[in-house]
Protein backbone atom coordinates (compact mmCIF):
# COMPACT_ATOMS: atom_id res chain seq x y z
CA UNK A 1 0.00 0.00 0.00
CA UNK A 2 1.67 3.28 -1.24
CA UNK A 3 -0.36 5.59 0.16
CA UNK A 4 0.44 9.19 -1.09
CA UNK A 5 3.40 8.91 -3.90
CA UNK A 6 4.58 12.16 -5.88
CA UNK A 7 7.74 12.27 -8.30
CA UNK A 8 10.10 13.61 -8.52
CA UNK A 9 12.12 13.25 -5.47
CA UNK A 10 14.80 16.16 -6.29
CA UNK A 11 14.75 18.65 -8.92
CA UNK A 12 16.70 21.43 -9.95
CA UNK A 13 15.67 23.98 -12.12
CA UNK A 14 17.01 27.13 -13.98
CA UNK A 15 15.27 30.39 -13.32
CA UNK A 16 12.50 30.52 -15.51
CA UNK A 17 11.88 26.69 -16.62
CA UNK A 18 8.92 25.23 -16.33
CA UNK A 19 8.31 21.89 -14.73
CA UNK A 20 5.26 19.64 -13.26
CA UNK A 21 5.30 17.73 -10.29
CA UNK A 22 3.52 14.70 -10.54
CA UNK A 23 1.47 12.99 -7.09
CA UNK A 24 -0.79 10.13 -6.82
CA UNK A 25 -3.11 8.46 -4.16
CA UNK A 26 -4.24 4.52 -3.83
CA UNK A 27 -6.25 5.17 -1.27
CA UNK A 28 -9.38 6.50 -2.67
CA UNK A 29 -9.58 9.44 -0.96
CA UNK A 30 -11.49 12.65 -1.74
CA UNK A 31 -9.55 15.27 -1.30
CA UNK A 32 -6.09 16.04 -2.45
CA UNK A 33 -3.38 18.86 -1.48
CA UNK A 34 -0.47 20.91 -2.27
CA UNK A 35 2.16 22.17 0.48
CA UNK A 36 4.96 23.84 0.53
CA UNK A 37 7.76 23.74 3.43
CA UNK A 38 9.97 26.32 4.19
CA UNK A 39 12.60 26.52 6.59
CA UNK A 40 11.67 28.93 10.03
CA UNK A 41 7.35 28.93 8.31
CA UNK A 42 5.18 26.09 8.97
CA UNK A 43 3.51 24.50 5.72
CA UNK A 44 1.58 26.69 3.51
CA UNK A 45 -1.30 25.49 1.62
CA UNK A 46 -0.73 26.09 -2.12
CA UNK A 47 -3.85 24.45 -4.07
CA UNK A 48 -6.23 21.89 -3.30
CA UNK A 49 -9.04 19.69 -4.77
CA UNK A 50 -11.85 19.02 -2.31
CA UNK A 51 -12.86 16.50 -4.60
CA UNK A 52 -12.49 15.08 -8.67
CA UNK A 53 -13.12 18.01 -10.58
CA UNK A 54 -13.06 20.88 -8.37
CA UNK A 55 -9.42 22.83 -7.63
CA UNK A 56 -9.53 25.81 -4.99
CA UNK A 57 -6.66 28.65 -4.35
CA UNK A 58 -4.36 27.98 -0.96
CA UNK A 59 -2.62 30.42 0.92
CA UNK A 60 -0.32 31.17 -1.65
CA UNK A 61 -1.04 29.90 -4.80
CA UNK A 62 0.93 32.68 -7.09
CA UNK A 63 3.03 31.62 -9.69
CA UNK A 64 1.77 27.75 -9.04
CA UNK A 65 -1.17 25.81 -11.33
CA UNK A 66 -2.45 22.65 -10.73
CA UNK A 67 -4.47 19.47 -12.72
CA UNK A 68 -6.91 17.34 -11.06
CA UNK A 69 -6.57 14.55 -13.75
CA UNK A 70 -8.96 12.40 -11.75
CA UNK A 71 -9.36 10.64 -8.36
CA UNK A 72 -6.48 9.23 -7.99
CA UNK A 73 -4.12 12.20 -9.20
CA UNK A 74 -3.42 15.54 -8.56
CA UNK A 75 -0.25 17.87 -10.17
CA UNK A 76 1.55 21.21 -9.62
CA UNK A 77 2.79 23.11 -12.09
CA UNK A 78 5.59 25.88 -12.59
CA UNK A 79 5.16 27.91 -15.34
CA UNK A 80 8.60 30.18 -14.92
CA UNK A 81 10.20 28.88 -11.60
CA UNK A 82 11.80 31.87 -9.45
CA UNK A 83 14.26 31.35 -7.03
CA UNK A 84 11.78 31.84 -4.63
CA UNK A 85 9.70 28.96 -5.32
CA UNK A 86 12.99 26.74 -4.16
CA UNK A 87 11.28 24.62 -1.28
CA UNK A 88 10.39 20.95 -0.15
CA UNK A 89 6.87 20.39 -1.65
CA UNK A 90 4.49 18.08 -0.53
CA UNK A 91 1.30 16.52 -1.59
CA UNK A 92 -1.46 14.84 0.41
CA UNK A 93 -4.69 13.80 0.90
CA UNK A 94 -8.11 13.12 2.98
CA UNK A 95 -10.78 10.83 2.53
CA UNK A 96 -13.25 13.99 3.13
CA UNK A 97 -12.73 17.13 1.95
CA UNK A 98 -12.01 20.34 4.47
CA UNK A 99 -8.53 21.00 5.70
CA UNK A 100 -10.39 22.43 8.82
CA UNK A 101 -12.36 19.24 9.85
CA UNK A 102 -11.41 16.18 11.71
CA UNK A 103 -10.26 14.22 9.09
CA UNK A 104 -6.96 12.61 9.14
CA UNK A 105 -4.68 14.21 6.30
CA UNK A 106 -1.90 11.49 4.98
CA UNK A 107 1.40 13.16 3.26
CA UNK A 108 3.59 11.70 0.54
CA UNK A 109 7.46 11.84 1.20
CA UNK A 110 8.21 15.25 -0.50
CA UNK A 111 9.62 16.32 -3.79
CA UNK A 112 13.20 18.75 -3.08
CA UNK A 113 13.02 21.63 -5.91
CA UNK A 114 15.76 24.66 -6.28
CA UNK A 115 15.24 27.09 -8.78
CA UNK A 116 18.58 28.68 -9.45
CA UNK B 1 -3.15 37.07 14.72
CA UNK B 2 -3.85 33.35 14.24
CA UNK B 3 -0.66 31.29 15.59
CA UNK B 4 0.88 28.85 16.92
CA UNK B 5 3.72 28.61 19.06
CA UNK B 6 5.83 25.34 20.38
CA UNK B 7 8.74 25.30 22.94
CA UNK B 8 11.34 23.91 23.35
CA UNK B 9 12.81 24.54 20.04
CA UNK B 10 14.52 21.56 20.13
CA UNK B 11 15.33 18.79 22.75
CA UNK B 12 17.92 16.03 23.62
CA UNK B 13 17.06 13.39 25.41
CA UNK B 14 18.20 9.24 26.21
CA UNK B 15 16.66 6.53 25.20
CA UNK B 16 14.33 5.27 27.78
CA UNK B 17 13.36 8.80 28.88
CA UNK B 18 10.44 10.44 28.51
CA UNK B 19 9.64 14.11 27.54
CA UNK B 20 6.45 16.66 27.39
CA UNK B 21 6.69 18.84 24.05
CA UNK B 22 4.23 22.13 24.50
CA UNK B 23 2.09 23.74 22.62
CA UNK B 24 0.38 27.24 22.75
CA UNK B 25 -2.04 29.08 19.93
CA UNK B 26 -3.81 32.08 19.49
CA UNK B 27 -6.31 30.59 17.04
CA UNK B 28 -9.78 31.60 17.23
CA UNK B 29 -11.94 30.11 16.57
CA UNK B 30 -10.75 27.09 16.65
CA UNK B 31 -12.30 23.40 15.61
CA UNK B 32 -9.69 20.77 16.40
CA UNK B 33 -5.75 20.26 17.26
CA UNK B 34 -3.29 18.01 15.73
CA UNK B 35 0.08 16.86 16.12
CA UNK B 36 2.15 15.52 13.80
CA UNK B 37 5.82 13.48 13.63
CA UNK B 38 7.89 14.47 10.97
CA UNK B 39 11.08 12.69 10.39
CA UNK B 40 14.33 14.05 8.32
CA UNK B 41 13.45 13.77 4.60
CA UNK B 42 10.08 12.57 5.23
CA UNK B 43 6.45 13.62 5.29
CA UNK B 44 4.56 14.74 8.03
CA UNK B 45 2.67 11.49 9.85
CA UNK B 46 -0.50 12.33 12.26
CA UNK B 47 -0.29 11.68 15.56
CA UNK B 48 -3.29 12.73 16.97
CA UNK B 49 -6.04 14.47 16.66
CA UNK B 50 -8.33 16.14 18.88
CA UNK B 51 -11.70 18.30 18.95
CA UNK B 52 -12.12 21.24 21.57
CA UNK B 53 -14.14 18.76 23.72
CA UNK B 54 -11.64 16.17 24.33
CA UNK B 55 -8.96 16.54 26.39
CA UNK B 56 -6.60 13.76 25.89
CA UNK B 57 -5.85 11.49 23.44
CA UNK B 58 -2.95 8.68 23.21
CA UNK B 59 -1.73 6.68 20.38
CA UNK B 60 0.75 4.08 22.04
CA UNK B 61 3.61 5.79 23.93
CA UNK B 62 2.36 9.33 22.35
CA UNK B 63 -0.37 10.98 24.52
CA UNK B 64 -1.69 14.56 23.88
CA UNK B 65 -3.21 16.86 26.33
CA UNK B 66 -5.25 19.81 25.40
CA UNK B 67 -6.79 22.75 27.52
CA UNK B 68 -9.19 24.77 25.05
CA UNK B 69 -9.61 27.16 27.91
CA UNK B 70 -5.86 28.15 27.97
CA UNK B 71 -5.28 27.29 24.77
CA UNK B 72 -2.59 25.24 25.38
CA UNK B 73 -1.70 21.20 24.47
CA UNK B 74 1.04 18.64 25.37
CA UNK B 75 2.24 15.87 23.46
CA UNK B 76 3.70 13.61 25.90
CA UNK B 77 6.48 10.59 24.89
CA UNK B 78 6.80 7.84 26.90
CA UNK B 79 10.22 5.41 27.30
CA UNK B 80 11.66 7.12 23.90
CA UNK B 81 13.25 5.50 21.41
CA UNK B 82 15.73 6.02 19.03
CA UNK B 83 13.05 6.04 16.20
CA UNK B 84 11.50 8.71 18.10
CA UNK B 85 14.00 11.79 16.90
CA UNK B 86 12.27 13.91 14.60
CA UNK B 87 10.07 16.83 14.19
CA UNK B 88 7.29 17.18 16.25
CA UNK B 89 4.98 19.97 14.96
CA UNK B 90 1.38 21.28 16.07
CA UNK B 91 -1.73 22.35 14.08
CA UNK B 92 -4.43 23.94 14.88
CA UNK B 93 -7.63 24.16 12.37
CA UNK B 94 -9.19 27.87 12.39
CA UNK B 95 -12.85 27.20 12.33
CA UNK B 96 -13.45 31.07 10.60
CA UNK B 97 -14.90 31.97 7.18
CA UNK B 98 -11.80 31.03 5.69
CA UNK B 99 -10.97 27.33 6.93
CA UNK B 100 -7.33 26.19 7.21
CA UNK B 101 -4.59 24.45 9.59
CA UNK B 102 -1.98 27.32 11.25
CA UNK B 103 0.82 24.72 11.57
CA UNK B 104 3.88 25.66 14.31
CA UNK B 105 7.17 25.43 13.32
CA UNK B 106 7.80 22.00 14.97
CA UNK B 107 10.04 20.77 18.17
CA UNK B 108 13.41 18.72 16.93
CA UNK B 109 13.72 15.79 19.22
CA UNK B 110 16.86 13.99 19.43
CA UNK B 111 16.93 10.65 21.50
CA UNK B 112 20.74 9.63 22.01
CA UNK B 113 21.54 5.84 23.05
Known amino acids: NAGVTQTPKFQVLKTGQSMTLQCAQD?????MYWYRQDPGMGLRLIYY???????DKGEVPNGYNVSRLNKREFSLRLESAAPSQTSVYFCASSEIPGQGKGNTIYFGEGSWLTVV | KNQVEQSPQSLIILEGKNCTLQCNYTVSPFSNLRWYKQDTGRGPVSLTIMTFSENTKSNGRYTATLDADTKQSSLHITASQLSDSASYICVVSFAGNNRKLIWGLGTSLAVNP
Open chain 1, 27 to 31: MNHNS
Open chain 1, 49 to 55: SASEGTT
